[in-house]
């Protein structure tokens, strides 16, 4: 183990376990100790800053330390903490709930309250479920979810997950989804554009609805990225059209907008660009601006109608959590909302997208390394390829993306990759001159790992 290691380094790596992680890795690149963060910078125990560049892990809208923001918090502190939800409610829930109704597609008329995404996601899972159960659909104990799919670390959002890093050794334990191919549009079968295509892609889905709609309650989605999938986007043609299909096979449309909701596509939920509503949307990460843990599932009428009857006909949904409608976290959710009121920050992100997507197209896209820039919204994704022409990926084990994102710390740029893809998910007060700054440190790190990285340059 590194024998250089600071006092709260050493006593870190004595007990805590840290997510998504080997833990072994450690040894060799111990844990960054953060002391303070102000805007897109986080400051570590020595002084160093690091640009910000994933809104740490996607959750952070308005910067580290907001003003606006952390005085909301303290002061909600003063009144009240917390308060049990069941047969209890308190204004910063109720002025929330009118609100996200208020934001969201039309039709989304009740909100749920629950404390991270994956819980949201298990809440929409079990409602959709019971939903047809008590409309005397039996048979409708099934869901449809997409290849590269990512919904959560909990067993019922693992079920409905694509991804087998993370779900695969659970396989025992998990629900038994039906699977279609999702949309792939760097590697598309069809050799569409997204910009103009059709989503031919579908029928991947309506042939699993042929076959399975009688069984199925629900399909769930990421509209417009799968993100833990590698920012893999595709265009809201195919979120529109697979609301119909849900219509005409009698099956729910999930739509998890955790990772994807408040501003990360350019509009306030990307369901909107498909003008669609969906039978559910689950939202958490920037819903508190990267303060507070808090997620929502809001619903329609229609569902919530199939759970209200008297008591003893045993129809309630009882899922619950002991943080359900926390104060504290729904009030810093209430002060996001009136940020994004206030300072019309949905235009300002359409302005900055676009001069994020000109100066990283111009600085990525003759890379022999970088297979694709692509970009919705304020969500930018460098895929890396060890071929650019047949588009063959570096293999896993070579940990490319790993490797690049050490070199991009030290540099003083904070980038969390996935695979062979590094990705930008600023906080959306960066400037213009961070933003350059951003993509000018991420160029250097991938021109640094290839220069030392004994590969095979592509002629």
Same mark, same amino acid.
């Given at each position: 183990m590194n024998t250089m290691l600071s006092d709260l380094q050493r006593r870190? =790596? !004595?007990? +805590?376990?840290? @997510? &998504?992680?080997? #833990?072994k890795d450690y040894e060799d690149f111990p844990p960054i100790v953060i002391k303070n963060g102000k805007g897109i910078y986080l400051t570590d125990e020595n002084g160093k800053q690091y640009m910000d560049a994933v809104s740490s892990w996607w959750v952070n809208l308005f910067g580290h330390a907001n003003e606006r923001i952390s005085t909301a918090l303290a002061e909600q502190a003063l009144q009240l903490e917390h308060v049990i $939800?069941? !047969? $209890?409610t308190h204004e @910063?829930?109720? %002025? =929330?709930a009118e609100k996200l109704v208020e934001h969201t597609p039309d039709g989304l008329e009740k909100v $749920? $309250?629950?404390?991270s995404g994956s819980a949201a996601i298990e809440i929409a899972l079990k409602m959709s479920f019971q939903y047809h159960q008590q409309k005397n659909k039996p048979n409708k104990k099934r869901f449809l979810a997409l290849t590269d799919a990512y919904h959560g670390e909990t067993l019922g959002a693992l079920s409905v997950g694509g991804v087998g890093l993370y779900n695969e050794v659970f396989q025992p334990l998990l629900l038994d989804t039906v699977r279609a191919q999702g949309p792939d549009c760097f590697r598309c079968p069809f050799n569409e554009n997204p910009e103009s295509c059709s989503a031919p892609c579908l029928s991947f889905v309506e042939e699993k609805l042929k076959v399975h709609h009688e069984e199925i309650a629900a399909i769930i989605i990421e509209p417009l990225i799968q993100a833990a999938a590698g920012m893999k986007m595709y265009p809201p043609t195919y979120v529109k059209q697979l609301k119909a299909l849900c219509e005409q096979y009698d099956v729910h449309l999930i739509a998890d907008e955790v990772a994807v909701g408040f501003g990360r596509t350019g509009t306030m939920f990307a369901c909107e660009q498909a003008k669609i509503t969906p039978d559910f949307m689950c939202l958490s990460k920037g819903l508190t601006g990267g303060y507070l843990p808090l997620s929502v599932v809001l619903t329609t009428d229609d569902v919530y109608e199939a759970f209200y009857d008297d008591y003893e006909t045993m129809k309630a949904f009882l899922h619950s959590h002991s943080y359900t /409608?926390? @104060? %504290?976290? &729904?009030? +810093?959710? =209430?002060e996001v909302l009136k940020i994004f009121e206030d300072d019309n920050y949905i235009e300002a992100i359409g302005l900055k997208s676009a001069y994020m997507r000109e100066i990283a197209t111009e600085v990525f896209e003759d890379h022999p390394y970088v297979g694709e820039y692509r970009q +919705? /919204? #304020? +969500? /930018?994704?460098?895929e890396l390829v060890k071929d650019k022409v047949t588009k063959e990926p570096f293999p896993s084990s070579d940990r490319v993306g790993y490797h690049i994102y050490k070199i991009a710390l030290e540099n003083g740029l904070l980038l969390r990759p996935l695979g062979n893809v590094l990705y930008f998910m600023p906080p959306y007060v960066i400037t213009k001159e961070e933003m350059e700054k951003m993509i000018s440190i991420t160029n250097e790190a991938i021109q640094q790992y290839f220069e030392t990285a004994e590969v095979m340059v592509v002629e």
């Open positions: 870190d =790596l !004595n007990h +805590v376990w840290h @997510p &998504c992680s080997q #833990m $939800f069941a !047969n $209890f @910063p829930a109720v %002025l =929330l $749920f $309250f629950a404390d /409608g926390n @104060p %504290l976290a &729904c009030r +810093v959710a =209430l +919705v /919204g #304020m +969500v /930018g994704a460098i």
